[in-house]
């Protein structure tokens, strides 16, 4: 699936050759010399190179961009490197330490597969998501001091535009919360400024979700987290392309047309780092180490190597790119720079809901590994016990190949057959098939939802199978980057299973392997104490009857607090008439006739307000309240009336009101 990297992968092994003979020849002619990296070498004295020296390179090359100086240039060449995090998941150096596990990297690419993202749409010769109001404003990652968090700002403004498109909300979400609480930083003490990517903020995203920026604001350096209240949650993201992408054109005109602005990668150089203005362009290929967002295109845009360019937002505040299509965005020549490699983009969310519930064993989500038989299919199974009464309506998975093809069923009972195997039994709900297109996180709805009992286990077992001839198509909690500690953050749960042929599984993962199969589940938001108050109309004169119909109902399990109050701001008061309790259970209505006497020598605006509250916080449960005006002298029957001298004689009325439902308790 990744086909460039081998040939990058070939193309390093050669280099080694060729130093190696070097160093024989250098050896025999007894002199010690120091062979830098070519492209190392080159980007060194590029980072060196002064404004004017990159313009002028820039204009001999024949390329169509301006450079200026930014707050990113006038770093130390230290500080101006940590700018750029982004890290690919990379194929392990030593052999793999199962034979029934591959890393992706290894996998055949489905060469020609049509992916969900080519639906039949023909792409406009330009598109600007930032002119539709669906991005939202230009952020700086680098602020107050230099970090490498690219691959969380990529991943929070593409999440936020697709928020903007689904709601018409510009959001801002807290990309501090997600360097500080992702799984990698909390548990592992993994410094988020020294880079990530797509995989890992998915993870994130999925297992808990984005907050408000307000919450928890960036600071650029590693914080404590803050368990923020979460705002949305990723259930879809999709793969778009790999390493391969900068060729990909179409793929991601159509990606951004269906789900809107993406992720992506870049190579960024010393010019980049520079922009100023112009479509930025640059040729050689080296591997990308920058995330941005894509949100737009002009296939009219004129660069050294034809017309075309991509619209991006970049994360370096509106300092840099000041003369470009927006302050902080650019113009990137479509193929340069290998923008477009690692594109991916989230195709689904939802509000987060205190009463739903995602079930996971796979701590560290999908890091590029796989298991399997060395056949095109594999059955996975992970076992769960809820703990409350609730219900299961999703399965969730990574597919880590195009074009796979999926069963899914639901199971009561765990079968112990002895020497270590397991059958599943009870069937629950019905099996459901479904077909992905692209890689990436899938949340399937169940067409027949299912109960569960706290305390009772349930069994998600998924038969996974390829159609690109990749043998390993179940995801694993696996990671070898020693940069990021999986071995001393992953734990095994001893729930994941695994079978070739579905009859017989047994149990997955020591060391701290899991299973990538999710489950989801919503509970029914329990019954809230209500309340209603009117009255049969607004304006009231002496001798008429007010009736106030009063609805109460407490459907909870335990008594709630009823609160009367009388108040009026023509007369400046607020008084407490009646305090009493509401038993659990309790449920009725009153219609209460009020004689209207002689309250006021004035008229006066009041409402009666009544509430239910809990009886050990105070919190409000429920509220409601009636207004009304009190007319006299100005009723013409009621002109020849003698005036008031006390006011507000009948507020015993509320009283008696409170008491009628304190005795129907």
């Given at each position: ?5 081998d ?13 190696a003979?070097l ?11 120091a062979v830098p990296?070519?492209a190392a070498?080159?980007?060194q004295t590029?980072?060196e ?5 990159l313009q ?9 961009y ?10 130390p ?10 890290k ?12 029934n ?8 690419s489905?060469q020609?597969?049509k ?5 039949e749409?023909?792409?406009?010769s330009s598109?600007?998501?930032?002119a539709l ?9 680098s602020?107050p ?10 991943a929070?403004a ?24 992702n ?11 020294d880079g ?5 903020t998915?993870n ?5 979700g984005a ?7 960036y600071?650029a350096?590693p ?7 979460i ?11 790999g ?5 990909q ?9 269906n ?6 990668t ?14 930025y362009e ?8 920058h ?5 737009g295109?002009?296939?009219s ?7 075309g ?24 020549a479509?193929?340069a720079?290998?923008l ?6 989230v195709?689904g969310?939802?509000d987060f809901?205190t009463?739903d519930?995602?079930?996971y064993?796979d ?12 056949t095109?299919t ?6 769960f016990t809820?703990?409350?009464?609730t ?15 999926y069963?899914i ?9 002895g020497?270590?195997k ?13 077909t ?7 949340s ?24 690109t001839g990749?043998?390993?198509p179940?995801?694993i ?6 940069d990021l500690?999986w ?9 994941s299973y ?11 993962g ?8 999710r489950a989801?589940?919503?509970r029914e938001?329990?019954e809230?104490?209500e309340?209603s ?6 304006e009231y ?31 400046g008061?607020w ?5 009493g309790?509401?038993?659990a259970?309790?449920a009725?209505?009153f ?6 006497e ?6 006066f605006s009041a ?9 050990e ?13 009190y ?8 002109e020849?009336e ?6 507000l ?13 304190k005795?129907?308790?």
């Amino acid at each position: 699936m990744k086909t460039k990297q081998d040939e990058k992968n070939k193309s390093k092994a050669k280099t080694k050759a060729i130093y190696a003979v070097l160093l024989l020849v250098v050896l025999a002619l007894g002199v010690l010399v120091a062979v830098p990296s070519g492209a190392a070498a080159e980007e060194q004295t590029a980072e060196e190179k002064t404004i004017a020296e990159l313009q002028q390179e820039i204009y001999e090359q024949g390329y169509n961009y301006t450079v200026a100086e930014n707050r990113i240039t006038r770093l130390p060449a230290e500080e101006r490197a940590a700018v750029c995090g982004y890290k690919p998941l990379k194929a392990p150096e030593d052999p793999v330490p199962d034979e029934n596990i591959r890393f992706v990297a290894d996998a055949p690419s489905s060469q020609g597969a049509k992916t969900e993202a080519e639906a039949e749409v023909r792409a406009p010769s330009s598109y600007d998501a930032m002119a539709l109001g669906f991005v939202t404003p230009v952020k700086d990652q680098s602020y107050p001091i230099p970090c490498g968090s690219c691959w969380i700002f990529g991943a929070t403004a593409e999440f936020e535009s697709d928020v903007a498109i689904g709601e018409g909300t510009l959001l801002d979400f807290a990309e501090q919360e997600v360097g500080d609480c992702n799984i990698w930083s909390s548990v592992g003490g993994y410094d988020f400024c020294d880079g990530g990517n797509a995989f890992m903020t998915t993870n994130f995203f999925t297992k808990h979700g984005a907050a408000d920026e307000a919450c928890h604001p960036y600071a650029a350096t590693p914080q404590t987290c803050q368990d923020c209240p979460i705002l949305k949650k990723v259930d879809n993201w999709r793969m778009i392309t790999g390493s391969s992408g900068e060729s990909q054109i179409t793929t991601i005109k159509n990606a951004i047309l269906n789900y809107g602005p993406v992720y992506s990668t870049i190579y960024a150089n010393a010019g980049f780092k520079a922009y100023n203005s112009g479509v930025y362009e640059y040729w050689e290929a080296n591997e990308t180490n920058h995330a941005i967002e894509i949100i737009g295109w002009d296939d009219s845009k004129v660069h050294s190597h034809g017309t075309g360019a991509w619209l991006i937002k970049n994360s370096w505040g509106t300092d840099w790119g000041t003369a470009g299509p927006y302050p902080g965005c650019a113009w990137v020549a479509y193929g340069a720079a290998n923008l477009g490699d690692y594109t991916s983009a989230v195709t689904g969310y939802n509000d987060f809901n205190t009463d739903d519930e995602i079930f996971y064993h796979d701590e560290c989500g999908w890091m590029g590994w796989c298991t399997g038989y060395g056949t095109p299919t594999a059955y996975g199974a992970v076992r769960f016990t809820p703990t409350q009464d609730t219900t299961l309506t999703a399965v969730d998975f990574w597919a880590v190949d195009p074009g796979m093809q999926y069963e899914i069923k639901i199971f009561d009972t765990r079968n112990a057959v002895g020497s270590g195997k397991y059958t599943f039994s009870s069937q629950l709900g019905t099996t459901q098939t479904v077909t992905t297109n692209e890689p990436g996180y899938y949340s399937v709805p169940l067409t027949t939802t299912v109960p569960l009992t706290a305390g009772d286990d349930f069994i998600v077992q998924v038969k996974a199978t390829t159609t690109t001839g990749w043998g390993y198509p179940a995801p694993i909690d696996y990671c070898t980057d020693s940069d990021l500690n999986w071995a001393g953050i992953a734990t095994s749960s001893g729930e994941s299973y695994v079978s070739p042929d579905g009859t017989e599984f047994e149990k997955y993962g020591t060391g701290g392997k899991d299973l990538g199969i999710r489950a989801r589940a919503e509970r029914e938001a329990p019954e809230e104490p209500e309340i209603s108050v009117e009255t049969d109309k607004f304006e009231y004169c002496l001798g008429e009857t007010m009736e106030i119909k009063i609805a109460v109902s407490n459907p909870t399990s335990s008594p709630v607090t009823l609160k009367w109050f009388f108040g009026s701001p023509t007369l400046g008061v607020w008084l407490p008439m009646y305090v009493g309790s509401l038993p659990a259970g309790y449920a009725n209505t009153f219609v209460v006739p009020l004689p209207v006497e002689k309250w006021s020598e004035t008229p006066f605006s009041a409402v009666w307000y009544v509430d239910l509250q809990d009886p050990e916080t105070g919190k409000e449960l429920a509220a409601d309240c009636a207004c009304w005006s009190y007319a006299y002298p100005y009723c013409p029957k009621c002109e020849s009336e003698p005036k008031l001298t006390q006011p507000l004689e009948k507020i015993a009325a509320g009283r008696e009101i409170g008491e009628q439902i304190k005795g129907s308790a």
